[in-house]
């Protein structure tokens, strides 16, 4: 597969942090690769270093060492504005705590983005609203996110990630200040928006389910990959420590 077909690509990255005295290897060396159009799983146990490696993927946080390439650009060689500039139209973010402005409706939240991207207004109202057609919030775009569920904030979230018509979709732990019922109805849906619209889905999540619409899954543990699973190669059981699922595969090695 050639360089061009890869959309994501880390190279040897390291990311230390300082607690006191002791230094913390969040991210030791780590190699991975994400086609165009997949969906990615990066999961783990907490500390394993899996956020970390999510924000070093989205230009959120810098790697002390290794290089990130988006579309075979290489991050760390950007200025601040470049980075900006790749972040607003190639990123969309979704986030655990949904990060709505409180005070805006719906509709002001999904089309925020599209005013940072200097898109003329109607043409941003226009895609704010098809976005919330899209995931099935069309009839309450004029309404604050203290007037929606937490299930109908995250798709707004959603839509608002959508905005600049990214290639890739960044979502920490999507589903975790979600109820199952609704955690599994968000998950068809990035799902969905992963097949029709074409764009890459990575995830940091805690969340056993998300392996299931999953492309493939990236197993981090102590700051390394631990292993590459196809979806097809994982079978998972629930039980081991605190009730979480354990697994069994082979797969390929990262």
């Not at 109607?122 to 609203?129: K, L, S």
Request: hydrophobic share 40%; with cysteine.
């Amino acid at each position: 597969m050639s360089a061009t077909e890869y959309i994501v690509r880390t190279k040897d990255v390291v990311k230390v942090f300082t607690l006191g005295e002791e230094k913390l290897r969040a991210l030791d060396g780590v190699n991975v690769d994400i086609r165009r159009g997949e969906y990615i799983s990066i999961m783990g146990p907490s500390g394993s270093g899996k956020s970390t490696l999510f924000n070093a993927i989205g230009g959120l946080d810098k790697p002390d060492s290794g290089s990130v390439f988006i579309n075979d650009v290489d991050m760390a060689q950007l200025d601040a504005g470049e980075l900006a500039y790749l972040r607003c139209h190639t990123i969309g973010y979704i986030f655990q705590t949904f990060n709505l402005i409180t005070v805006m409706t719906a509709l002001e939240n999904v089309t925020l983005p599209t005013i940072f991207a200097g898109t003329p207004t109607d043409d941003g109202i226009a895609r704010g609203m098809e976005l919330l057609d899209i995931v099935g919030l069309g009839h309450r775009y004029h309404h604050k996110p203290s007037q929606l569920s937490g299930g109908q904030q995250q798709r707004v979230a959603i839509a608002r990630s959508l905005a600049n018509n990214p290639s890739i979709i960044l979502a920490d732990e999507p589903t975790g200040n979600l109820d199952s019922k609704t955690g599994e109805e968000i998950i068809a849906l990035l799902r969905r928006l992963n097949k029709e619209q074409g764009v890459t889905i990575i995830t940091a999540t805690h969340d056993y389910k998300m392996v299931d619409v999953s492309d493939r899954v990236i197993w981090i543990r102590d700051g390394k990959v631990e292993k590459i699973e196809n979806r097809a190669d994982i079978q998972l059981s629930i039980g081991g420590m605190a009730g979480e699922a354990e697994h069994l595969a082979g797969g390929e090695t990262g």
